[in-house]
C-alpha cells in the first residue's frame, strides 16, 4: 500500500469535544499506521496552545488555527496571524455587534467575560454541538481565560456566538472580502455560532501546503473530522471520512461515515480502510 498522509480533527474526531485524551484505541490505530510508513497529521481549530497535551502521543505533524499555523517535525511550515489592521478591525466589530467572541493566539485563547454566564443560561440546549463542546471546554478542561488578559499578541482566528443571526450581519458585511464565516449547525433555541477564517487558509489549503511540502500526492490523502469547519480538509483529499456523530451536512459530503468516537470509530475505520 502507498504511503497515505492522514489528517485528523479533534474535537468530536479523535477525542469527544473538549477532552485532550483520545480513546486508547485511537492511539492503537495511529502507532500501528505509523509502523507501516503511513503519516499521521493533527488538524484542528485549536490553536497550538490548546492543542498540546495531545503531543504526547507522537503525531507527525500538526496543523493549528483552521490552517494558519503549520508545523511539520521540527519545521514551521506556514504562519499566518492576522495582521494588526485586521485583528483591530475584527475584535471591534464582533464586540459592538453584541457577539460573544474567543480569540486564539498561537498559545493562549480568550473568551468575552459573561460567555460562561450565557452558555449555562443555555445548558437545556442540545441541539447544536458547538454549544456542547465550547461548554465542555471553559468549564472543564482547556485553559480559555477572560479577555481582560488579552495581551494583544498576533491572533489566527476567531469563534463566535450569537443571539441569532441578525447580530452577525454588520461582521459579515464588513469582513467578508477577507475572511469566511463557517457557520455550525442552527441550534433550536436560535443561537448562531460558528469561525472566523482568513481566506488565506483553511484546513482545506492546509492539506495542499502540508502535501507540496512533503512532495505527497493529494491523491494519497485520507481526512477525518466532524463538523462543518472539516468541510474543505475533507473536500481536498482523495478519502474523506465524517465520524457518526458528527454534522449531518458533513456526513452528507464525506465519502465515508464511520462510528463515532465514542465507538471506536477512528480504529474501526482505520481498519475499514487498511491504514493497519
Known sequence: MEKKLIFLDIDGTLTEPGKNVPPDSALEAVRRAQAKGHIVVLCSGRNYGMLSPLLKYGFDGVISCAGGCIEYGDQ?????????????????????????????SRYYSYTDEGFKEF?????????????????????NELDIRP??????????????MSRGSERLRRPMELLQDEFSF???????????????????F????????LCAYLDIPQADTIAFGDSMNDLEMLQAVRQS??????????????????????????????MQLELI
Do not use: H
Not at 479577555?147 to 489566527?156: K, Q, S
Not at 465520524?243 to 470509530?265: I, Y
Open 241 to 270: 471520512v465524517c465520524m457518526d456523530n458528527g454534522s449531518p451536512a458533513l456526513k452528507r459530503e464525506a465519502g465515508l461515515v464511520c462510528p463515532a468516537v465514542t465507538e471506536d470509530g477512528i480504529y474501526k475505520a482505520f
Open 202 to 209: 483553511n484546513k482545506g489549503t492546509a492539506v495542499t501546503r
Open 147 to 160: 479577555m481582560a488578559e488579552y495581551d494583544g499578541a498576533p491572533i489566527y482566528g476567531l469563534t463566535f
Open 76 to 104: 514551521m511550515v506556514y504562519d499566518c496571524p492576522m495582521t494588526p489592521e485586521q485583528q483591530e478591525k475584527v475584535l471591534d466589530v464582533f464586540r459592538e455587534s453584541g457577539v460573544y467572541r474567543t480569540i486564539g
Open 119 to 139: 452558555l449555562a443560561e443555555n445548558a437545556q440546549s442540545k441541539a447544536n454541538s458547538e454549544l456542547l463542546r465550547w461548554r465542555v471546554q471553559i468549564e
Open 182 to 200: 463557517c457557520i455550525q449547525d442552527t441550534d433550536a433555541c436560535g443561537i448562531v455560532n460558528g469561525e472566523l477564517i482568513n481566506k488565506a
